[in-house]
């Protein structure tokens, strides 16, 4: 079935070192792939989004590149900021439409210290 | 404003004491789904619904149930509570066939059961 495993956390950085979060997913067909980020006592907001392979997500400084040949959509930022520190959710829509359409990982903590 | 709304944000309840708690959205969305979310477990989706009078189990369905009489409405039932339904709870929905968007997440449900 489809899944998604991302890298483990917690992961603890200094402020303006670069981050990369790995995800890899398994899925039939060719999902749509999701960053999603739970800032500290809050729910779940989209960060960015990718529907088909080559696609580059980005916001907030934050990008992830749909890479089919390897199944990965791994997140990255140039500069990290104490404000990102949080939960880092990755996700995928399944492109078929019967049963259950959305599977995540496990979620990454993220620290940013000054 | 498009939300996903959830209540009540925070239940403290004892154990067998029947308790619900709400979703509505305002997207018009077809699917509509509950997570639970534990520390270092992630999201665990406990039922899911592709549309009204359409629901299906999740990955941890056991002790709670739900409806989807409306498509706005998806309410979670916890009919007899027990400790290890201590959990924070999140609500999803998105639209359907044929589409790659995201899932709109409320603001949680914290319920601690004693």
């Known amino acids: 079935g489809d899944s998604v495993t991302q890298m483990e956390g917690p992961v603890t950085l200094s402020e303006e070192a670069f981050l990369t979060i790995n995800c890899t997913y398994t899925a039939t067909g060719y999902p749509s792939l999701f960053w999603y980020v739970q800032y500290p006592g809050e729910g779940l907001q989209l960060l960015l989004k990718a529907t088909k392979a080559d696609d580059k997500g980005s916001n907030k400084g934050f990008e992830a590149t749909y890479r089919k040949e390897t199944t990965s959509f791994h997140l990255e930022k140039g500069s990290v900021q104490v404000s990102d520190s949080a939960v880092y959710f990755c996700?995928?829509?399944?492109?078929?439409?019967?049963?259950?359409?959305?599977?995540f990982g496990t979620g990454t903590s993220l620290t940013v210290i000054p | 404003e498009a939300q996903v709304t959830q209540n009540p944000r925070y239940l403290i309840t004892v154990t067998g004491k029947k308790l619900t708690v709400t979703c509505s959205q305002n997207m018009n969305h077809e699917y509509m789904s509950w997570y639970r979310q534990d520390p270092g477990l992630g999201l665990r989706q406990i039922y899911y619904?592709?549309?009204?009078?359409?629901?299906d189990k999740g990955d941890v369905p056991e002790g709670y149930k739900v409806s989807r009489k409306e498509k706005r409405n998806f309410p979670l039932i916890l009919e007899s509570p027990s400790p290890n339904q201590t959990s924070l709870y999140f609500c999803?929905?998105?639209?359907?066939?044929?589409?790659?968007?995201?899932?709109?997440f409320g603001e949680g449900s914290r319920l601690t059961v004693l």
């Open positions: 619904s592709m549309n009204v009078e359409v629901t």
């Open positions: 999803a929905s998105s639209f359907t066939v044929g589409d790659t968007g995201e899932l709109f």
């Open positions: 996700a995928l829509r399944s492109p078929l439409n019967t049963g259950n359409q959305f599977y």
